[in-house]
């Protein structure tokens, strides 16, 4: 059994048509997970029999949108991710309410896990978690700047905590690098040098997560049953707090620090 994650910015005309359709897909190969999709393109995280989900996503989706390799991401999870297949429609594929203009980034604004691990090392630049802070306290990179969002609409209330910072080259992080698209343009557009970490963190995490020079600290968030996952992509040790349903661990929950 395979989990696939993948996310694409193309026009979609009808994209409740469309979801519907891949829903009726997917439910046909027996493939949990989840379908999101909005006019401006997708994001999916299916889990199923190899042999299905490669037919899901090769003459389904591959028939409207390139499968590139950077955001394609392919494992084998030790337990199970999702019990069920949820279709979801929106206005974006990750919510931000400021990217009113926005169109995909342009490849000279992705950088590799390779130069990233280079440049956050460098003093020339800084890097920066655009995930949400409960994600951060979970893990991240070491030294980066982790701002205090609880979710990610928040982003431009925090851009004066980035004044400081209009000298030196911003590297912006997420998990898979969906919510990095949407904010190059608006760093951009507020007068930054920016790039962003192409495929996130765990593109980082699949070169360079068993090796001793890894700038990754901790473990890191994901958006289904496992809470977390380790640097070799184990189920990490993080459950659902009972309370506020926010990562919990060791009788302490990140955001109501509750037992």
């Not at 199923?48 to 037919?55: H, P, R």
Request: with cysteine; net charge neutral; aromatic share 12%.
């Amino acid at each position: 059994m395979d989990l696939i994650n993948f996310y694409s910015f193309f026009p979609i005309k009808e994209p409740k048509k469309l979801g519907h359709e891949w829903y009726d897909d997917a439910q046909g190969l027996n493939l949990t997970g989840t379908i999101l999709i909005a006019q401006e393109g997708i994001n999916l995280a299916l889990y199923g029999e190899k042999e299905k989900l490669s037919y899901f996503f090769n003459e389904k989706v591959g028939s409207l949108t390139e499968l590139e390799p950077a955001v394609f991401r392919r494992k084998s999870p030790s337990v199970c991710p999702y019990r069920k297949l949820k279709l979801k429609i929106r206005n974006e594929i990750v919510t931000s309410g400021f990217s009113e203009n926005f169109h995909a980034n342009s490849e000279q604004e992705y950088i590799s896990p390779e130069s990233f691990h280079s440049l956050a090392l460098s003093d020339s630049c800084i890097a920066i978690d655009m995930r949400n802070d409960y994600e951060s306290q979970i893990g991240s990179f070491r030294n980066s700047l982790i701002l205090p969002m609880n979710e990610f609409t928040e982003l431009p209330n925090h851009l004066e905590n980035l004044v400081k910072h209009r000298n030196k080259h911003i590297l912006t992080f997420c998990t898979g690098g969906v919510r990095c698209e949407k904010t190059i343009p608006l760093l951009k557009k507020n007068g930054f040098q920016v790039s962003q970490l192409h495929g996130g963190i765990l593109n980082y995490l699949e070169k360079y997560g068993e090796r001793k020079d890894s700038l990754w600290e901790g473990e890191c968030f994901v958006f289904d049953d496992r809470v977390s996952i380790t640097s070799r992509f184990e189920r990490g040790s993080y459950e659902w707090c009972p309370a506020c349903g926010q990562p919990f661990r060791n009788g302490k929950c990140v955001v109501c620090k509750g037992s």
